[in-house]
């Protein structure tokens, strides 16, 4: 022991007792921690918007075939006949039978409106029916015509007890013409106009 400690420089460490840096491995490696995910049950988080996520805009097309269905049993013969018109979508399947014709023509005896005064009626197409004044009924109910045609009435379009859509001066004295005057009344006046001026002829 002696002799090995004299062989030893006083003050020096051997070689092998000096520590050496120890090379970074992948165990002792610096590493990134990931993020920590959203956890998308939480109602309190909040997702960030994308554009995939955006509410779309409803429309009548974008419901589910079962309420389409719903609410198209739920119009009247005109809204119904528009309705079944807007494409072949809801053609298919929009229902304008003798059915939903008989309880437009009955709600409007109720409401005290005019009906079709032709003579014969026909009920098996929508085609046949709307000729004539069931036409003429129709394009008034669509232009608000009827609308608070008397007090009480409301807007037989929106349902409300006020028409927002009344016309100026000049709509006016058409609706009034259109209400009072039907189409055998013009077709007497027609027939009176030769009279009148052969009347006229004969005056003169």
């Not at 992948?26 to 920590?36: D, H």
Request: proline residues 9%; glycine residues 6%.
């Amino acid at each position: 022991m002696t002799s090995l400690f004299r062989q030893l420089p006083f003050g020096k460490i051997p070689g092998s007792a000096i520590p050496r840096p120890v090379a970074p491995t992948p165990s002792t490696a610096t590493t990134t921690t990931p993020p920590t995910p959203i956890d998308t049950d939480d109602p309190t988080t909040e997702p960030e918007p994308t554009t995939t996520g955006r509410r779309r805009s409803l429309s009548l097309l974008t419901l589910p075939p079962e309420i389409q269905l719903m609410i198209s049993q739920q119009l009247i013969y005109p809204d119904a006949l528009s309705l079944k018109h807007t494409n072949r979508y809801f053609y298919r399947f929009v229902d304008t039978g003798v059915k939903l014709k008989i309880d437009w023509l009955i709600k409007r005896r109720r409401l005290h409106l005019e009906c079709p005064n032709n003579q014969r009626c026909d009920l098996g197409s929508d085609l046949r029916f709307c000729r004539g004044s069931v036409r003429l009924l129709m394009e008034r109910r669509r232009e608000h015509m009827e609308c608070e045609s008397r007090p009480g009435l409301g807007c037989l379009i929106y349902g409300t007890s006020t028409c927002t859509h009344r016309r100026k001066l000049s709509m006016r004295l058409r609706r009034w013409l259109g209400i009072r005057f039907t189409i055998e009344i013009w077709r007497v006046l027609l027939a009176l106009v030769p009279i009148v001026v052969a009347w006229l002829c004969l005056a003169g």
